[in-house]
């Protein structure tokens, strides 16, 4: 239901845009997201964006150097990632949060997040 690909090899200072197919469930979810995790860390947030209003969220590393943008009509989030550092190097994960979130302005932790894409691995070679 989520399909995420786009990941590879790049230098860095150079760019990646991942890319994320909802299908299923996914139609009709609140909002949508990617993660990151890297070898030995938990899973952490890297940005999310509303549906509807396409309202954005950075985690402060990424801010400046990625957007994450959606198009509605294709069922597709994406990652535009500038500027990379070899510290971006992880698998990254798309996901969608079916139900508004009333906790918060944006669902930024792991367990807000109802389904899961498979993963697809960046790396980054300095």
């Known amino acids: 239901q989520l399909q995420a690909c786009g990941g590879g090899l790049v230098k860095a200072g150079g760019s990646l845009r991942l890319s994320c197919a909802a299908s299923?469930?996914?139609?009709?979810?609140?909002?949508m997201a990617w993660f990151r995790q890297a070898p030995g860390k938990g899973r952490e947030f890297v940005a999310t964006?509303?549906?509807?209003?396409?309202?954005?969220y950075y985690e402060a590393s990424v801010k400046g150097r990625f957007t994450i943008s959606r198009d509605n009509a294709k069922n597709m989030v994406y990652l535009q990632m500038d500027s990379l550092k070899s510290e971006d190097t992880a698998v990254y994960y798309c996901?969608?949060?079916?139900?508004?979130?009333?906790?918060?302005?944006?669902?930024?932790?792991?367990?807000?997040?109802?389904?899961w894409g498979q993963g697809t691995q960046v790396t980054v070679s300095s």
């Open positions: 996901a969608a949060r079916l139900e508004d979130i009333h906790y918060a302005i944006y669902a930024t932790r792991v367990y807000d997040y109802d389904l």
């Open positions: 299923g469930r996914t139609f009709g979810s609140y909002c």
């Open positions: 964006i509303i549906w509807d209003s396409g309202s954005t």
